[in-house]
């Protein structure tokens, strides 16, 4: 018997306003099942010259992705210094407006409480950029990244498919957390607190929590199970160009196979946050962690 889809399709194509109780019914409740709200329509417009710029030679060689940090303004990432880079500069930031207003009215819950904007324009063609198994996003994975910890707060992420070629972006969406986290559990090292102080005291990190260090174990094991990425209960979901998706990508298995250029909007939302906390990879982890003792 095949699982039930973890993808909720909703025909909404404005970004100006909520969709209708008869569009999405619970977008904030299936967001925190570690679902994908998936919208086919809602088209993020480029003008003939953003469309210009979708160009991998303006990222900077050492980097996978041009990134704005709303917040402070600072954009990284962009390998020129002419025009181009200030009207990157001015796409990106359009991108994280546009985002963050609908989220305030998709998810009136959240609004007060989104922080650290993080935006991204990526413009590489996914298998072209090399990198080690452990960064290949092909692989089934949750986001856990070692430079940025997170403690008690979730990765919320608005994607959008902005090819001009007509290209899908192709993903794979894997199962809910708590029977992904349940297999892994077993396998994992304890966690040793001494650790983390050394490597902040060295400055390697910043504070990495229990749960920074399990997630990373995770992100880890997950991709170098050959099994399970190949056996492990998934779907496929093509995101067409002018589609919008998002989830919490800390919760949600997913595995990006085909595509080019992407925009994509990341926040943090504390635990405390949530309207079900119960359901956060935080306290899935504690009770199967107390269960196992
Ligand atoms: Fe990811």
Redesign the pocket.
């Known amino acids: 018997m095949t699982a039930p889809t973890r993808i909720v399709s909703i025909d909404h194509r404005s970004w100006e306003n909520a969709p209708r109780v008869d569009e999405a019914a619970s977008p904030v409740a299936e967001l925190e099942e570690g679902k994908v709200l998936f919208f086919p329509h809602l088209r993020f417009e480029l003008s003939a010259a953003e469309t210009a710029l979708l160009d991998p030679a303006l990222v900077d060689p050492k980097r996978k992705n041009i990134s704005l940090n709303a917040t402070t303004g600072k954009l990284t990432g962009v390998a020129v210094e002419d025009e181009r880079r200030d009207a990157i500069g001015a796409l990106v930031r359009r991108y994280y407006e546009t985002t963050r207003r609908f989220l305030d009215r998709l998810l009136p819950h959240y609004a007060a409480h989104l922080h650290t904007p993080t935006t991204s324009l990526r413009l590489h063609r996914i298998g072209t950029w090399k990198m080690s198994w452990r960064k290949d ?1 092909t692989r089934l ?3 856990a990244f070692p430079s940025r910890p997170v403690g008690e707060q979730r990765i919320l992420r608005v994607f959008n498919n902005i090819n001009p070629h007509g290209d899908t972006r192709l993903w794979r969406v894997g199962e809910a957390f708590d029977t992904l986290s349940a297999r892994y559990l077993p396998q994992m090292p304890p966690y040793r607190p001494g650790m983390a102080w050394l490597l902040h005291k060295l400055h390697i990190t910043k504070s990495r929590s229990a749960y920074d260090h399990f997630m990373l174990q995770l992100h880890d094991r997950m991709k170098a199970d050959a099994d399970y990425q190949r056996n492990g209960q998934q779907e496929s979901i093509e995101f067409p160009p002018g589609s919008t998706w998002i989830c919490f ?1 800390d919760q949600t298995p ?1 595995a ?1 196979m085909t595509g080019q250029f992407m925009l994509e909007q990341t926040y943090l939302l504390p635990v405390s946050a949530m309207t079900h906390p119960e359901l956060s990879p935080q306290r899935v982890l504690e009770r199967q962690v107390a269960a196992a003792h």
């Open positions: 996003d994975h949750v986001d990508s997913h990006a």
